[in-house]
């Protein structure tokens, strides 16, 4: 049982984390005018004082970060702020959740970028922890492009740190992705800070599979929303697949597979963790449930998927069954391999930022 045991040991604590370290919580949120009526799923709450980074100090980070495949030049100075929003927990009670919104700073409209983070442990890794940091901050990299950027702190970070983290839970991951781009354009709107009319997005490996969960539902609920292009990077999208894979060649017995799973939860996490991570989607897997998979729909959009042939922590073949599922219900779909040797999950990292922006760059 060693074996598997460590892989999926490695599926969170080895997950790229696309911040890794913070100056704490910003303090100085101020309650904005009422934009939507008192306690509404995607109501905007309150943000705080913009913070802004220069175009020498992101571009260093570019350089620094992205090394020989970086192809972009910070083009903008950029704001960032916390905002916070009304979003449901599991059990649907409404939770002032966080994230962050950062904004070029030109005079020109932009397209609105939702961009959601990789697997992290703690709090003082979310967005809105690292946002004082330019070098932590990919949502400030990405803005500084042209884009306005949403970034969700995810329930159980920010201002909902000590509550359950639903990871790798479909409809939660999605929740907590629309408030927020709700909520965010809903104070654009008041702000009077003019956005065209293109949604992007984006994520790697948790972001990446928060992102297609997010996606699916925008395009299942026909609400206001529309994507206009849509990346993701070493995402366990196939989720069944994905702990298949990790787990292969160990058969558990029902009767223990609780026993397993208590053991996995206990493990997985590193000691010095604060965020609490809900163990649903093992026990889930373990019963035969699928009703985490967020491979198996049609979108109306072309969907680049970017993933590396030797990712030891999020196996290809999820990538490899997602592009397979879809293409067969008819979606325009494709696999866009790594070139990094070895193509592993944290290596594939700077090509796959640089791959967006590069993607992205028609819509600035």
């Known amino acids: 049982m060693m074996k598997p045991y460590f892989s999926i040991f490695a599926l969170f604590s080895l997950m790229f984390l696309a911040a890794c370290g913070g ?11 009422k934009l939507n009526p008192e306690n509404t799923q995607g109501g905007f709450q309150s943000i705080s004082t913009a913070i802004r ?12 970060e992205l090394g020989d495949s970086n192809t972009n030049v910070a083009r903008y100075d950029v704001d960032i702020q916390k905002i916070e929003y009304l979003t449901p927990d599991r059990s649907g009670v409404l939770q002032k959740a966080s994230g962050v919104i950062a904004l070029p700073v030109k005079t020109t409209t932009s397209p609105l970028l939702s961009y959601q983070h990789a697997t992290i442990f703690k709090n003082a890794e979310a967005p809105s922890s690292v946002m004082n940091d330019p070098s932590k ?6 803005a500084s ?27 939660s991951s999605a929740n907590v992705v629309i408030d927020l781009i709700q909520a965010a354009q809903d104070w654009l709107m008041f702000k009077e800070i003019e ?14 599979y928060v992102t297609m969960a997010a996606f699916q539902q ?19 999208y196939d989720l069944t697949t994905t702990l298949d894979e990790l787990l292969r060649g160990l058969n558990i017995p029902s009767f223990l597979q609780d026993f397993v799973s208590d053991i996995l939860a206990d493990t997985l996490i590193p000691k010095d963790a604060d965020v609490v991570i809900d163990r649903t989607f093992l026990n889930r897997f373990f019963a035969g449930d699928t009703q ?23 196996p290809v073949e999820t990538a490899y069954s997602t592009r397979d599922t879809m293409q067969s219900l008819g979606a325009d779909i494709e696999l866009v391999l790594c070139t990094e040797s070895p193509a592993e999950h ?13 993607y992205f760059a028609p819509y600035l």
């Open 23 to 33: 100056n704490g919580q910003s303090s100085n949120l101020v309650t904005a005018p």
């Open 53 to 64: 980074h220069s175009k020498a100090s992101i571009q260093q980070t570019l350089d620094t």
């Open 137 to 142: 901050s990919i949502e400030t990299i990405m």
């Open 145 to 171: 492009q042209g884009m306005i950027v949403v970034s969700a702190d995810y329930l159980g970070y920010g201002s909902t740190q000590g509550q359950l983290h639903p990871y790798l839970l479909r409809e």
């Open 195 to 208: 956005t065209s009319n293109d949604l992007l997005m984006t994520g790697y490996s948790q972001g990446g």
């Open 218 to 236: 925008i395009e299942s609920a026909g609400n206001n929303l529309g994507v206009s292009a849509v990346t993701m990077g070493g995402g366990p």
């Open 292 to 314: 985490d998979n967020v491979h198996n729909w049609l979108p109306s959009i072309p969907v680049k998927l970017f993933h590396g042939e030797d990712d030891e922590i999020v």
């Open 346 to 358: 944290r290596n594939c990292v700077p090509e796959y930022i640089n791959y967006t922006l590069n």
